[in-house]
């Protein structure tokens, strides 16, 4: 990708204003990547603002202290209708930036994707997606380097070091491979500190966050010869809790940690409708289940937003078509 990462660069050096945003929902590859370009960018002198449709989950919030975040609301439009540049990290779809698609649609900057998934959608004006990767992030780092070692200062590495952590599930999903551990040695020789990262992503979080997991635990069942197992998570759960659907990053790794269990779902009823996170084990493209409800993603990790839909419709539906692909 030699080439393409010199056109970017061109882009980068030419434009004087930056916005970049994330899908919604963000997770650590997300705003690791915004904050780790934002600071790169920012450092070449260039006027950036980044601009997410949702909030920042609170055991991210570290990042922002490197780089602030903005929640979209229509007053932010200008920043979006006269910037020189749009950037869009981690996603490749406006469905997952919605509220901001209508300006991004009517602004005249040019639009950059830096992205790792699969099936992209036509919207910008230079794609540098790499779907082989683990992380944006790890993405990323490949473009500062290409431009300038030295450019990897030590809040752009944590940044990385966060994104490519939480992408890769701790270093241990299928895509975690060699490049990926030179690439994170590099970054610690940086100065990063992997304990002090992972306690502020995984170990500070509310007690309320431990009784969502205890009874998400009681609601995980499994069918289809023990093949498939879900978790079902109804609204009066966050109620009961007091949390809310960014307190679940991290429940899909218990549906697969179950003995011969190789496909797990987690259902979580929005005022909306239903998210799904699909997760399956070795060849089996999960993904292909998330498309016929109109989501994507990765082979082994995917996720579907249904509208206008029952929790228990949506269950039905979602399982029936999962044991199809079984």
Same mark, same amino acid.
């Given at each position: 990708?030699?080439?393409?990462?010199?056109?970017?660069?061109?882009?980068?050096?030419?434009?004087?204003?930056?916005?970049?945003?994330?899908?919604?929902?963000?997770?650590?590859?997300?705003?690791?990547?915004?904050?780790?370009?934002?600071?790169?960018? /920012?450092? =070449?002198?260039? #006027?950036?603002?980044?601009?997410?449709?949702?909030? @920042?989950? $609170?055991? %991210?919030?570290?990042?922002? +202290?490197?780089?602030?975040?903005?929640?979209?609301?229509?007053?932010?439009?200008?920043?979006?209708?006269?910037?020189?540049?749009?950037?869009?990290?981690?996603?490749?779809?406006?469905?997952?930036?919605?509220?901001?698609?209508?300006?991004?649609?009517?602004?005249?900057?040019?639009?950059?994707?830096?992205d790792h998934h699969l099936e992209?959608?036509?919207?910008?004006?230079?794609?540098?997606?790499?779907?082989?990767?683990?992380?944006?992030?790890?993405?990323?780092?490949?473009?500062?380097?290409?431009?300038?070692?030295?450019?990897?200062?030590?809040?752009?590495?944590?940044?990385?070091?966060?994104?490519?952590?939480?992408?890769?599930? /701790?270093? =241990?999903?299928? #895509?975690?491979?060699?490049?990926?551990?030179?690439? @994170?040695? $590099?970054? %610690?020789?940086?100065?990063? +500190?992997?304990?002090?990262?992972?306690?502020?992503?995984?170990?500070?979080?509310?007690?309320?966050?431990?009784?969502?997991?205890?009874?998400?635990?009681?609601?995980?069942?499994?069918?289809?010869?023990?093949?498939?197992?879900?978790?079902?998570?109804?609204?009066?759960?966050?109620?009961?809790?007091?949390?809310?659907?960014?307190?679940?990053?991290?429940?899909?790794?218990?549906?697969?940690?179950?003995?011969?269990?190789?496909?797990?779902?987690?259902?979580?009823?929005?005022?909306?409708?239903?998210?799904?996170?699909?997760?399956?084990?070795?060849?089996?493209?999960?993904?292909?289940?998330?498309?016929?409800?109109?989501?994507?993603?990765?082979?082994?990790?995917?996720?579907?937003?249904?509208?206008?839909?029952?929790?228990?419709?949506?269950?039905?539906?979602?399982?029936?078509?999962?044991?199809e692909i079984l």
């Open positions: 990708m030699t080439e393409q990462f010199a056109n970017l660069h061109t882009i980068f050096n030419s434009k004087q204003s930056f916005v970049i945003t994330t899908h919604v929902n963000p997770d650590g590859d997300a705003i690791g990547s915004e904050v780790a370009l934002a600071l790169f960018l /920012s450092n =070449k002198g260039k #006027k950036v603002t980044i601009i997410n449709q949702s909030e @920042t989950p $609170d055991h %991210l919030l570290f990042l922002t +202290d490197f780089f602030p975040v903005k929640i979209y609301s229509g007053s932010l439009d200008h920043h979006i209708l006269n910037t020189d540049c749009f950037c869009v990290v981690d996603t490749n779809s406006p469905k997952r930036f919605s509220a901001l698609a209508d300006a991004v649609h009517k602004s005249k900057a040019y639009k950059i994707c830096i992209q959608e036509h919207f910008a004006d230079q794609y540098i997606v790499d779907t082989d990767v683990p992380a944006t992030s790890e993405l990323l780092y490949r473009i500062f380097k290409s431009d300038n070692p030295e450019s990897i200062t030590k809040p752009i590495a944590d940044a990385l070091y966060t994104g490519i952590m939480t992408d890769t599930g /701790s270093f =241990k999903f299928p #895509k975690t491979d060699a490049e990926t551990h030179i690439i @994170t040695a $590099d970054l %610690l020789k940086r100065g990063v +500190d992997p304990y002090s990262i992972y306690q502020s992503v995984f170990e500070s979080g509310e007690i309320n966050n431990l009784h969502l997991l205890g009874k998400a635990l009681e609601r995980i069942e499994v069918c289809h010869n023990g093949l498939i197992a879900s978790m079902v998570l109804p609204r009066s759960v966050f109620n009961e809790t007091k949390t809310n659907e960014a307190d679940v990053e991290n429940l899909t790794q218990y549906v697969l940690s179950i003995k011969n269990v190789v496909v797990g779902l987690v259902f979580i009823e929005l005022d909306e409708g239903v998210k799904v996170s699909f997760r399956s084990k070795g060849n089996i493209a999960i993904n292909t289940v998330a498309k016929q409800f109109g989501g994507g993603g990765h082979m082994n990790a995917s996720g579907a937003r249904l509208k206008n839909i029952g929790l228990r419709e949506a269950v039905e539906a979602v399982i029936e078509k999962t044991k």
